[in-house]
């Protein structure tokens, strides 16, 4: 699965300018050749369009797996010759800034979940809240993200049944509560639309917490016991909120 996205910055938060996803990017074969900026080719060879402002390109691969590799990827300048770069002063001072920023945005968005709910989703019509800090966050147009704080105790788990969504990609993940996750070699704490085991009817239970449960489709939070749950649809057509609830394992 593959996403590429323009951003353009805003006042407190990243906004896409444009925006392409790999139903328009693959063609017959595997092979991706994506313009970026300039006039659009009359070839029809997929293009991303730049605006005044674009600071950043950012692509993004889904996997059904976990690759054994990351995928290959090149740059080339096609029409000017390359310029020689940010000197290493400003790019120390910038790498300070984004890291500064990263921080004070998982901590915003925490503390926006947290107020909304917790180990349910916000209530239909509830206000919707921006983070403070959302400037090192990056959206794109074609992802759909649902999500709520999680908090468990001794004992539990949190037990989520649903309906599996109609969507290019799709995929349930736990992040500790600076947005992060846990070690994922030692741990499987998330689980994509493959793995995720469906009855009959396309209706799937999952369970996640920091036991094992013995259950196919269990989420490991590494033993962490408070955290940020998150679904992840990209390019959806069907989708409902499976239906969350804490549960003791005995």
Known sequence: MHASAIRSRSPGFNAPSANISDTALLGSGREIDLLI?????????????LVDGDYLVMVRLYHDNIPVAPSPLSLSCIDAPGGAGLPWSTRAVTAEAFFREAVLSTMSVTEVLRAAGVNRYPPPGAPVKAPRYTGALFPTLDNVYDGFYLSLGPGQALRLRGKAPTARFWSFVFYDRWFNTPDIPAHRCFLTGSDIELDDDGHYEVLLGPRDPGHPNWIDTAGLTEGIFAIRYLLPQQRELPVAEVISLG
Do not use: K, M
């Open 37 to 49: 900026g300039g006039r659009g080719p009359e070839d029809g060879t997929p293009w991303l369009p």
